[in-house]
């Protein structure tokens, strides 16, 4: 299924909202407003689907938002032409109302919001026939609320908390990150409460109980509160077998020919159908954009490269086979891969290695290389938010973080490295067998293992904050060592990006810049 069954056309924002009547307000028949649209069933599923929506957008996971979250952190870099394009995952933050790497995640972050908030105001009080149906609306209306306020408690820290539809005069004003890390918590605990285990196939893609679950794992996580995280985590690991579990071959979570499957826990329905623009009409795009910005010069942008190091950490392990790990030929493309997999497809996108390429490392993962020879605006990949490889991987860090063994928590590394497809031994049979001794040693071997499956797919920015990476001189150095970007970074003031400076300025003093900007 994709793209939620939307009826994207009939549900924009349509300025939901009552107005004043006077001689000089007259109201268009043809137009709907708050009092003549929150009525039936069909308009609660259409505004849900309007939340929904938001996904096809810029500064999205669609395109722009995987440049704050791969590009930023030590995984990639950007070599863009754009100079101010590649300033902003270097740190180098100048004008504050850049509108491709600042002010367009929160544009659609604060729409996403109010489509969300319209629903949770509204639908309570349109009859339903099933009141679980309408409980499943409100569920889905309060995880996307709190998947949005995720990314915004992760990128600004300090930010407006917006809980209501607001009118046009409406001034946000601070509200801090233990503000907004409540309130998502509060709306993931509702949402757990409201959502089925799953969805039957007109509706898969839909948020569920377990990735609700995981998402208030993953805040109480970045909190530091890894008692309550491994609770919610316990539900997931105990469907592993019914609900959930790890593909055998790795690259099916990447393609669009196996979407949905039990590894997934959250994904983005993307589709090719529509080849239009990013606006709200009925040929706005549902394609996935980033393997245009990514992929290699001649065939795309060539925006967003990877750092060099992760081929080195790839490659100081072999598989039980002798070979070298699969997931680097799948997640990257590079000069050497012919050699590194030599029975593998050595073509890119059908072309051999072109000098121009050199030694440059292009990001594979999500690309279109195994079914076609270019990329586009339209990819059909559906993206992947948390997969359960990402949950037996945080079950293991709250493992270690509760007071358990480094053996128990090793359990659930294994399961990842010993995929049929990825093939290498346990940590306690590998090369880095001395991880087991001491928490930190294997906390260490963790960060390693997070970013050898999760690379390219957005949560290592995230996991370098939770690991307190970005908050000293040491966890600097560490990052200098892999990304030369790190040497602009100042401690305290980009750990966060600044709010867009528009926002300030409107708010008439309420919402204030953040520290050092």
């Known amino acids: 299924m994709k793209r939620y069954s939307l009826s994207i056309a009939l549900v924009s924002l349509f300025a939901l909202m009552g107005c004043n009547k006077d001689l000089l307000n007259v109201e268009n028949p043809n137009e709907p407003t708050t009092e003549t649209f929150w009525v039936t069933e069909s308009d609660a599923e259409k505004g849900l689907n309007a939340v929904y929506s938001r996904f096809y957008k810029e500064g999205t996971w669609m395109r722009w938002l995987s440049f704050r979250y791969d590009l930023a952190s030590d995984e990639g870099w950007s070599s863009s032409p754009w100079t101010e394009l590649a300033d902003w995952t270097k740190f180098n933050y100048f004008n504050y109302n850049f509108w491709e790497g600042n002010n367009v995640h929160w544009e659609d972050a604060y729409v996403s919001i109010f489509r969300a908030n319209q629903v949770l105001k509204f639908v309570p009080e349109i009859p339903f026939a099933d009141e679980n149906k309408k409980n499943q609306v409100i569920g889905q209306a309060e995880f996307l609320r709190a998947l949005w306020y995720f990314q915004i408690v992760t990128l600004w820290e300090k930010a407006a908390l917006v809980l209501e539809p607001g009118d046009p005069g409406f001034k946000p004003s601070d509200a801090s990150e233990e503000q907004i890390w409540a309130q998502i918590e509060t709306d993931l605990k509702s949402a757990i409460d409201k959502l089925p285990e799953s969805w039957s196939n007109a509706d898969l893609g839909r948020a569920t109980k377990g990735a609700a679950k995981a998402f208030l794992a993953k805040s ?92 080195n950490e790839y490659k100081k392990e072999k598989n039980t086979a002798g070979d070298n790990d699969e997931r680097l030929y799948y997640n990257l493309f590079y000069a ?31 690309s279109t290389t195994y079914f076609r020879n270019y990329e586009d605006y339209f990819a059909p990949n559906n993206y992947r938010i948390i997969r359960y490889a990402d949950i037996l991987l945080m079950y293991a860090e709250c493992i270690l973080e509760t007071g358990g063994s480094t053996t128990d928590a090793a359990v659930y590394v294994n399961k990842v490295r010993q995929r049929s497809s990825v093939g290498l031994t346990s940590l306690q049979n590998s090369i880095y067998a001395s991880s087991l001794n001491s928490k930190d040693a294997f906390m260490k071997r963790l960060q390693m293992e997070r970013t050898l499956e999760l690379c390219f797919e957005g949560w290592r920015w995230i996991d370098l904050k939770r690991w307190g990476l970005l908050d000293n001189a040491a966890g600097i150095d560490e990052l200098k060592s892999r990304d030369v970007d790190f040497n602009n970074f100042v401690i305290g003031k980009h750990n966060r990006l600044p709010i867009p400076q528009i926002e300030v300025d409107n708010s008439a003093g309420q919402l204030t810049q953040n520290p050092q900007y």
Do not use: C
Request: negative net charge; without cysteine; glycine residues 12%.
């Open 220 to 311: 109480y996580m970045q909190q530091g509160k890894f008692d309550l995280a491994k609770v919610e985590l316990d539900w997931l690991i105990e469907k592993e077998g019914t609900l959930y579990g790890l593909m055998d071959n790795y690259l099916d979570n990447f393609t669009h020919l196996n979407e949905n499957n039990k590894e997934s826990v959250f994904e983005i329905q993307f589709s090719d159908e529509n080849k239009g623009g990013t606006g709200n009409d009925a040929s706005m795009a549902t394609g996935f954009q980033r393997t245009q910005f990514y992929a290699p010069d001649g065939i795309g942008w060539q925006d967003g490269k990877a750092r060099s190091w992760l081929i």
């Open 336 to 366: 050497g891969s012919g050699a590194d997999f030599p029975s593998r497809d050595a073509l890119v996108y059908g072309r051999t290695w072109q000098a121009s390429w050199g030694d440059q490392v292009y990001i594979r993962k999500y």
